[in-house]
């Protein structure tokens, strides 16, 4: 089945904290992870992405990392800041990145408090 | 280099109505996707396609929706005889095809939202 589990759906920080989203996928046959971050009324945009050849990415203050034995994957956010508040979306390939389907998780909205 | 553009960014129909969503990927994107999105809700995938080709159109509902990407122009998503359910953000993706074969990443548009009074 084609299923992304995203938790937790809300989460408040205080500035300069960390943050983690966690998902977990069912396809097996998943190889591409991409993680989005939604402003409200803007597009879905991508900020981080990791493919299953590897475990870990990182890119300055954000890092994903990625357990396909388990299957499950996680955003982490360093060093908050109240910017960074939006929805976030994990996502998840159904079947390999040829296909091109996205199967997302529903969302988890963070809040940086100043 | 312009990202992907969708227009209308609002889109105002009757029921019974039909609405057309139209989409150009970036340059040099030979991929277009379709995502449905509903108020505090994910996106959820409806259809996929190259130029002049539906790929996948599995999260397409069978009947009033259609998709094209024709040789020239933008792609398209028409929804015939619209109804209040079809009230929703939708969302339009790009991305190119790597030498590998696997697909690039997908960059989404600014969306078009959709009321139907």
């Known amino acids: 089945g084609e299923n992304v589990e995203q938790h937790p759906s809300t989460l408040s920080v205080q500035e300069g904290d960390s943050a983690v989203i966690k998902c977990t996928y069912s396809?097996?046959?998943?190889?591409?992870f991409p993680w989005y971050k939604q402003e409200l009324g803007k597009r879905p945009q991508l900020i981080i992405d990791?493919?299953?050849?590897?475990g870990e990415k990182k890119d300055q203050r954000i890092a994903v990392t990625l357990n396909k034995t388990a299957k499950h994957f996680s955003l982490h956010i360093t060093e908050t800041q109240p910017e960074d508040s939006a929805v976030y979306f994990c996502?998840?390939?159904?079947?390999?990145?040829?296909?091109?389907?996205?199967?997302f998780g529903q969302g988890t909205t963070l809040q940086v408090k100043p | 280099n312009a990202g992907v553009m969708q227009n209308p960014r609002h889109l105002v129909r009757r029921r019974g109505q039909e609405a057309r969503l139209r989409c150009s990927p970036m340059?040099?994107?030979?991929?277009v996707y379709w995502y449905r999105q509903l108020p505090e809700e994910g996106l959820k995938f409806m259809v996929y396609?190259?130029?002049?080709?539906?790929?996948?159109e599995s999260g397409m509902p069978k009947e009033r929706f259609s998709a094209e990407f024709p040789k020239e122009g933008p792609s398209i998503l028409r929804i015939q005889q619209v109804v209040r359910g079809d009230s929703a953000a939708y969302f339009c993706?790009?991305?190119?095809?790597?030498?590998?074969?696997?697909?690039?990443?997908?960059?989404f548009g600014d969306g078009t939202r959709l009321s139907i009074l």
């Open positions: 993706a790009s991305s190119p095809a790597k030498r590998t074969g696997a697909l690039g990443p997908q960059h």
């Open positions: 396809d097996s046959a998943s190889n591409y």
């Open positions: 990791i493919r299953s050849n590897v």
């Open positions: 996502a998840a390939t159904y079947g390999s990145s040829n296909t091109g389907k996205l199967i």
């Open positions: 340059k040099g994107h030979s991929h």
């Open positions: 396609l190259q130029k002049e080709n539906i790929i996948d």
